[in-house]
């Protein structure tokens, strides 16, 4: 196994945790405080999720021999912060991830539901993801509105640098808010004094709270969006680039690491798919059979240098005025809402209960506690299957 580490695996691990992470954990941030977290029961869902998802990509491409990269739900993170505080709080929304996991353990354990979730049309998945992802892609133009000065170098460094290197577009524009925050805003008195007491790593259990909408607001909506926009498009990119991975148990593997992270507020951990391209690549290394040390590489970076690190950038973020942080967290989001709208709006018999399934997620309406992406998928569903009676009737 060491015969096969390379210093161009080295530097892609290393890449692809940096990527990773500062590409989207501030919607993790904003997604778990949506539901109720405090900034320490963020920072301490933010560090599970490192520590299981680095985990979890150690383990796998140790045992498999492939570049599996693993992410946490970047989407799902979306739909927390869209869904809002439901009924119970966040221990209600920690018992949503837990089902979360288990869905996603017996989906890849048990062929009937992995089936029955790649069963669910396409345009109807995508047009929820979209929905759900368009109200925190609005951010960047409210910051540029109310703050100019601050938001606007934020936009510009993310628009510059991702016309030359669209992977590296939204961390420039994270180092473009961080320029701004230690330069454009004033600091309270205290902020060294609370940065360097998150310097220790700090878990909180919480304890779950198990009823209706834990599973129907938060727990079934994230499984399926964690399905179908991160676990089965992680399987497709390690497809294109010349493997033949078993499903099955690689998503099992990613259900059994939320499981442990959940308690500590991590959502949902996952097959990466941006990312994945990075370690399956050519640019891991040229010999195919020896990249899978580009995601053993990452895996170890999440766990011994983002994990325990991961209270000190939520302390950081909370001294920002919170529309700036949303907009790094909608500019993260805008590649992946023009890819989901597209692939919901592609095919014309699907067209309009796709765009049911949008507006209805979109809205943000919640009926008896249950958050909008729900409602969204099932009245999308219900559209479908009446076009579809409609038009067998007429032949």
């Given at each position: 196994?060491?015969?096969?580490?390379?210093?161009?695996?080295?530097?892609?691990?290393?890449?692809?945790?940096?990527?990773?992470?500062?590409?989207?954990?501030?919607?993790?941030?904003?997604?778990?405080?949506?539901?109720?977290a405090t900034e320490a029961q963020a920072a301490s869902g933010l560090m599970a999720l490192c520590i299981a998802l680095g985990l979890c990509a150690i383990v796998l491409s140790a045992?498999?021999?492939?570049?599996?990269?693993?992410?946490?739900?970047?989407?799902?993170?979306?739909?927390?912060?869209?869904?809002?505080?439901?009924?119970?709080g966040l221990a209600a929304a920690v018992a949503g991830f837990l089902i979360c996991a288990i869905l996603v353990i017996v989906a890849g354990l048990w062929k009937p539901l992995g089936r029955a979730v790649a069963a669910?049309?396409?345009?109807?998945?995508?047009?929820?993801?979209?929905?759900?992802?368009?109200?925190?892609?609005?951010?960047?133009?409210?910051?540029?509105?109310?703050?100019?000065?601050?938001?606007l170098p934020i936009v510009l460094a993310w628009a510059?640098?991702?016309?030359?290197?669209?992977?590296?577009?939204?961390?420039?524009?994270?180092?473009?808010?961080?320029?701004?925050?230690?330069?454009?805003?004033?600091?309270?008195?205290?902020?060294?004094?609370?940065?360097?007491?998150?310097?220790?790593?700090?878990?909180?259990?919480?304890?779950?709270?198990?009823?209706?909408?834990?599973?129907?607001?938060?727990?079934?909506?994230?499984?399926?969006?964690?399905?179908?926009?991160?676990?089965?498009?992680?399987?497709?990119?390690?497809?294109v680039n010349g493997y033949e991975p078993s499903p099955g148990p690689l998503f099992a593997t990613t259900g059994v690491f939320s499981l442990f992270s959940a308690p500590f507020g991590g959502h949902a951990v996952n097959l990466a798919a941006i990312t994945a391209a990075m370690c399956a690549g050519d640019d891991s290394h040229r010999d195919p059979t020896r990249r899978y040390w580009s995601s053993l590489v990452s895996g170890v970076c999440y766990v011994v240098i983002l994990g325990p690190f991961a209270a000190t950038v939520t302390a950081f973020v909370a001294l920002a005025p919170p529309i700036l942080i949303q907009a790094v967290a909608g500019l993260a989001l805008i590649g992946a809402f023009a890819g989901s709208a597209m692939a919901a709006f592609k095919e014309q018999d699907s067209?309009?209960?796709?765009?049911?399934?949008?507006?209805?997620?979109?809205s943000g309406v919640s009926f008896a506690g249950i958050s909008g992406a729900f409602w969204g998928l099932l009245a999308g569903g219900l559209m479908l299957a009446l076009a579809r009676f409609t038009r067998s009737r007429q032949h």
């Open positions: 196994m060491l015969r096969d580490f390379s210093l161009q695996s080295l530097f892609m691990g290393l890449l692809t945790a940096f990527v990773g992470f500062a590409s989207s954990f501030a919607v993790v941030l904003h997604g778990l405080q949506g539901v109720g045992v498999t021999r492939l570049p599996v990269a693993i992410a946490w739900s970047t989407p799902g993170a979306a739909l927390l912060a869209s869904s809002g505080a439901i009924e119970g669910i049309p396409v345009a109807l998945a995508n047009a929820m993801l979209a929905g759900v992802l368009i109200g925190l892609c609005f951010a960047p133009v409210k910051a540029v509105g109310e703050m100019p000065l601050l938001g510059i640098v991702g016309s030359f290197k669209r992977l590296l577009a939204v961390p420039a524009a994270l180092l473009a808010f961080v320029l701004v925050l230690a330069f454009g805003v004033d600091m309270p008195a205290d902020s060294w004094s609370r940065l360097s007491a998150t310097l220790v790593p700090h878990a909180e259990w919480i304890t779950p709270v198990f009823n209706l909408a834990s599973l129907v607001s938060i727990g079934l909506p994230l499984f399926i969006v964690t399905m179908a926009s991160q676990n089965i498009p992680g399987i497709a990119v390690l497809k067209r309009e209960a796709a765009a049911v399934t949008f507006l209805v997620t979109a």
